[in-house]
């Protein structure tokens, strides 16, 4: 590296360290002159010390942060870190202190259905509810049971077509009753006697047994009941079809129903048409919306603007890999769904960066979850430690410079390269200035 690199080595390291690097020290990225390992991501289990500072090594004149996690007596060298400690590792960022994370960042490591639909019932009515769906968890027909659940505002439980597991009835006597709409007309007339029996007052929603027709009559239930509002629209086949889940979970989140086809009679006002097979018939529907893209990973994307639009809170982002096998679960949760790569953030990391404003959370489903560093992406995302905007090569760790003691608390750091505020003038240093001027006299 040089005298250059060596001198920045000793400032980091020390001596007794830079000797030994003297020969073959090299820089591991700009800015970076030292020798520890990059932290696997932005969380320090053990104590955070203070930072570094680089300049020319962010985009958009932001100041680089290189900041120490620390652990006891681990065997490196000091660094910026407290008494008793050394450095474990560092994390890197531009403008934001990258010590401080406002996002909180949850898993749900979990690929069973029944386990993320009581999560879902848990979350959104964590107090329970007057009244509760039962519906037909076979494919389209689950859509139009979980948007009609958000319509009036009830948990829902999707049942395949047999009689109702005891352990159904038990939570719904126990926290969702005291009523109950049932919302599959392929059920068996078993389960409104199930219901009966145990005194649950309950309402079949619409007959038809297919699903174009049936989705009707529950969208012609809400307006005569509810009152007339938009719907989402899916096709039967493609991937609007395939898009059911996430579209049952836009319009539940919105309160609108579901339904299949877009020339299934309904009432009220416009239409959301999802996917492509939906959307190649806006030229019949003047006026409806299209909410398409070539894949599940953008038409989840684009739905959140309209979501925003109509007062749904996207504070809290769901994550979900593609073919998730619970993610009819999550449809009840009450929240639009993004759905990414398995492993990585492939689909949604353009959307997070520009919705991150109104994010205060993040959960993400499933075993398959993403790779390390597609989280720390994603911690940089919707924290701003702007980790995209790193530039420079190896080999440039000049300048670098300690972190002004003002500015090493949480939350102090200077986002940008302009220069430090000058330090007050102490009563000590006014004072050796005053014994100066007498000893000239």
């Known amino acids: 590296m040089g005298k250059f690199g060596r001198t920045a080595v000793l400032v980091a390291a020390g001596p007794t360290i830079a000797t030994l690097l003297v020969d073959d020290a090299e820089a591991r990225v700009c800015g970076q002159s030292g020798i520890s390992t990059k932290c696997a991501t932005f969380d320090c289990d053990e104590v955070w010390g203070w930072c570094w500072y680089a300049t020319g090594c962010c985009a958009d004149g932001l100041l680089k ?5 620390c652990a006891p007596a681990y065997p490196n060298v000091h660094g910026y870190c407290p008494a008793g400690t050394n450095v474990k590792c560092i994390v890197e960022s531009c403008g934001t202190d990258p010590r401080m994370q406002t996002v909180s960042i949850s898993r749900m490591g979990t690929d069973n259905v029944a386990e ?3 999560y879902s019932r848990d979350s959104r009515f964590p107090i329970g509810a007057v009244q509760a769906v039962i519906g037909d968890s076979d494919g389209l027909f689950a859509g139009v049971a979980v948007a009609f659940a958000g319509v009036i505002g009830a948990p829902v439980f999707l049942v395949p077509r047999a009689d109702l597991d ?5 939570q719904i006597v126990q926290r969702w009753g005291p ?8 059920l068996p007339a078993s389960i409104d006697q199930q219901l009966t029996d145990h005194a649950i007052p309950n309402e079949r929603v619409g007959v038809a047994l297919d699903v174009e027709t049936f989705s009707g009559e529950v969208a012609a239930w809400v307006a005569n009941n509810v009152g007339a509002r938009s719907v989402v629209c899916i096709a039967n086949s ?3 079809a395939a898009a059911a889940p996430i579209a049952s979970a836009f319009a539940s989140s919105a309160k609108m129903p579901l339904i299949v086809g877009p ?9 959301y048409l999802i996917g492509p097979e939906a959307a190649a018939r806006i030229g019949d529907f003047p006026g409806a919306v299209v909410i398409d893209g070539e894949n599940l990973h953008t038409i989840s994307a684009r739905m959140i603007p309209h979501a925003r639009s109509m007062g749904v809170s996207t504070g809290t982002m769901l994550l979900t890999p593609l073919g998730w096998p619970a993610l009819w679960g999550l449809a009840g949760f009450g929240g639009p769904i993004l759905v990414h790569d398995p492993g990585s953030l492939v689909g949604v990391r353009d959307l997070l960066l520009e919705v991150r404003d109104r994010v205060s959370r993040v959960i993400l489903f499933g075993t398959q979850g993403i790779d390390a560093d597609s989280y720390q992406s ?7 430690f702007e980790i995209h905007k790193l530039i420079g090569v190896a080999g440039q760790g000049l300048p670098v410079y300690s972190q002004p003691p003002p500015e090493r608390e949480m939350g102090r750091a200077r986002l940008g390269t302009d220069p430090a505020p000058p330090r007050p003038r102490g009563r000590w240093t006014r004072r ?4 100066r001027r007498r000893r000239r006299r």
């Not at 994603?378 to 701003?384: C, H, K, P």
Request: net charge positive; hydrophobic share 30%; charged share 25%.
């Open 65 to 69: 942060k290189i900041c120490d996690c």
């Open 116 to 118: 993320i639909e009581l």
């Open 166 to 170: 005891p352990s159904v009835i038990t």
């Open 179 to 186: 009523s109950v709409k049932i919302v599959g007309s392929n």
């Open 238 to 240: 493609g991937s609007s």
């Open 263 to 271: 020339d299934t009679p309904r009432a009220g006002g416009g239409m």
């Open 378 to 384: 994603l911690q940089s995302i919707v924290n701003r």
């Open 432 to 435: 050796t200035r005053r014994r």
